[in-house]
Structure formats: structure tokens, C-alpha cells
């Protein structure tokens, strides 16, 4: 178990160096402070795929660290969770300058390096929080008709024998819910779904 994890968390920083090292998204990679690559636990079973880091997530490094990221913890909680029993990334792995949309090339150039992170840490259920992580699995999808709808999707062919089929929840992004009460309760009443999600995924 212990080497496990050791194992995955070389994995995990593997990929982050080769993000660097290929030069992926240039543009991004100047104006930004540094690459948020992920944080969590790199053996959980619940993978939370973000949209891109925003100004604090850029200074500390690390995703969901600002107001976004403080209703994610509560939500989290809401299910007896903790950031330690998670993994929590973004598409997009650098600030986009004034936290502009994600591009499509942008979402593009990152997806090989999110389906890397997924082969490594083997999660159960992927959780996708707004529809641009959500348009990289399910092109096309409304979140407003899929939020809460647990949906099998397949991995890449490049991946296929280590990834195999995988359920993906696509929920509201935290940030769409801050100043909206009516989204806020959505998210929370899809959030309570998980854990039996995980109980069927267990079989
Ligand atoms: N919003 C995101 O999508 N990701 C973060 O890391 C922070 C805010």
C-alpha cells in the first residue's frame, strides 16, 4: 500500500515535469506563475476535474484553493470527505490570463496529460465541476440536462487496456453556485449521490 502510493505519487510528478518539459500551452505557461498540476490523494477513488486554476490557485500552486475551493471543502464535508481522501486537478493546468474561458486548443493540448493522471490513480468515479471538463468526456452535453447523471464513459484507446470503462458524474462547477442559492442546493443534493455511487461501483 505504502509503495503504492509512492509509486503513483513518481507517477503523478512524471507527468507534471513532462507537462513542463514539452513546452504545452506556451502562452499559458508565460503568463502564468507556475503549473497547477493536481493535489490530493493519488490513490482515491474520487477524481474531481476542475476548469483552470484562477488567481490564488496560480500563487499557491495548488487548485481549489480560493472561493471556489472553500465550497468544494464544504461539500466534501457534506459527504464526510476531505480533501486528504480525493484528487482533485483542472483541464487546464495553467492560468488563463484573467481567468479567461479555457480554450479549445488549450483543453485539447492538456486532455493526453488528464488521461495520464487518470491511468495512474485509478479512481472509481470521475467527477467532472462545470462544462468545460465535462465537454472533454461528453462533447456536446448540456450540464443543465446532465448534472447528477452518473454516465459510463470509455478511456482513449492509448489507455484503454489500463483504464477500461470508467463512470463519470458530471456536476455544477463550485464557482457557478458561490452567489446562486438555487445552484448552491443542486450542487449539494447532487454532491449526496457519491457515496452510493461509490458503494455500486464497489461491486
Ligand atoms: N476553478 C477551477 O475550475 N479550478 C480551480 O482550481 C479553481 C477555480
Sequence with gaps: MASTLKNKSAALAGIAADIVDSGTCPELAATATQLVFGDGNSNAELLFIGEAPGKQEDKQGLPFVGAAGKLL????????????????????????????????EEKKAFLPYLWQQISVIQPKLLITLGRHSMECFLPGALISQLHGQPKQIEGPDSQEAIIGSLVLLPLYHPAAALYNGGLRKTLFEDFSAIPELLTA???
Excluded at 464544504?74 to 480554450?103: A, C, E, F, H, M
Aim: charged share 25%; aromatic share 6%; glycine share 2%.
Design 201 to 203: 461501483n464497489n461491486t
Design 73 to 104: 471543502n464544504q461539500l466534501l464535508d457534506s459527504i464526510g470527505l476531505s480533501r486528504d481522501d480525493v484528487y482533485i486537478t483542472n483541464i487546464v493546468k495553467y492560468r488563463p490570463p484573467n481567468n479567461r474561458d479555457p480554450l479549445l
